[in-house]
């Protein structure tokens, strides 16, 4: 059964001690994401996700302002994807 989209969450912590992430998600697209890149399955279900990211994979987690461009920026990337596109 799905969850309803405001239930819908994702938790990620490092442990210092252990050195190594932890993933607990009931994201539908985190669950697809993740649920390769997990060492130690806690539990997984359908609904929820909840891990150790895999000594395999490396990871970090980041947060970074969103960027802002005009419509000149916005043409001038269209016109750059346009012309590699052609090539």
Known sequence: MALARSEQETIVIFDVEVGKWHIDTTYPPYIRKY?????EIEEK??????????DDYSSSFMVKK???LSE????????????????
């Open 72 to 87: 000149e920026d916005k043409k001038k990337l269209a016109d750059r994807l346009q012309n590699a596109r052609l090539a």
């Open 45 to 54: 279900t359908e609904d929820r996700l909840s891990g150790w990211v895999s």
């Open 66 to 68: 969103r960027r802002k």
């Open 35 to 39: 649920s390769e890149q997990m060492g």
